[in-house]
């Protein structure tokens, strides 16, 4: 039997077409954000897509250890490290935990985890330490030779413009770190100088006791 297609079904249709586009349209821009930078849960820095794979890939390694992501900053704090400092850990660890000789067949990824849960807090200190000077160090290194390169003249002009929300961000972080006052940043000039200031200060580049 031939079907009519009355004013009720064409405006079902319309309606459907209409909700199929809006579905279409919030689809592609879902691909075009997940295609766009990436950036986890305690970073400051947004990463390439592309390193994403060598991320998790290494990420899985460490986890079928036993390590998992409550245990990153003290792995960047452990790989931080210096010798002489991965020695002192060494120390400590073995005068809370003790030696232990007899497991012969203990792998390296085992001692691993053992020494993150063992001592987790001076660790953390050092992976906090590396994760704040990598962001500002990168911060550092792409706008000093900036900054060196003005004249009087764009110098003045940024004494008009306030304080980027990046250099807000790694003001704040930095003084969270160290524990120093806020300082009154009034422009993007005074930012600069101040982030340039800090990282010329010997008594910042090293780890905050």
């Known amino acids: 039997m031939e079907q009519k297609l009355t004013s009720a079904s064409g405006n079902d249709l319309e309606h459907l077409a209409s909700q199929l586009d809006r579905t279409l349209v919030l689809l592609s821009n879902t691909e075009a ?9 305690g970073e400051t820095r947004f990463r390439d897509p592309q390193d994403v ?3 998790i890939t290494l990420g899985a390694v460490l986890f079928a250890y036993g390590l998992n992501a409550h245990h990153a900053r003290a792995i960047d704090g452990l790989l931080s490290m210096t010798g002489e400092q991965l020695k002192a850990i060494l120390e400590e660890a073995s005068s809370i935990e003790g030696d232990d000789d007899d497991d012969e067949d203990e792998t390296m990824g085992a001692v691993l985890l053992k020494l993150v849960e063992v001592v987790p807090g001076r660790l953390d200190e050092f992976g906090r330490y590396a994760e704040w000077r990598r962001g500002f160090d990168a911060y550092m290194n792409r706008t000093k030779p900036y900054l060196e390169g003005m004249a009087a003249e764009d110098l ?3 004494e ?3 304080a980027s929300k990046k250099q807000m961000h790694l003001i704040r972080i930095t003084c969270a770190y160290h524990r120093i006052p806020f300082p009154a940043v009034p422009n993007r000039r005074t930012a600069f100088e101040w982030l ?3 990282g010329a200060n ?4 090293e780890l905050r006791r």
């Open 33 to 41: 954000r997940l295609a766009g930078p990436m950036i986890t849960p």
């Open 53 to 55: 794979h060598h991320q």
């Open 156 to 158: 003045a002009k940024l």
């Open 160 to 162: 008009a413009r306030p």
């Open 196 to 198: 340039r200031d800090i």
């Open 202 to 205: 010997t008594r910042y580049r």
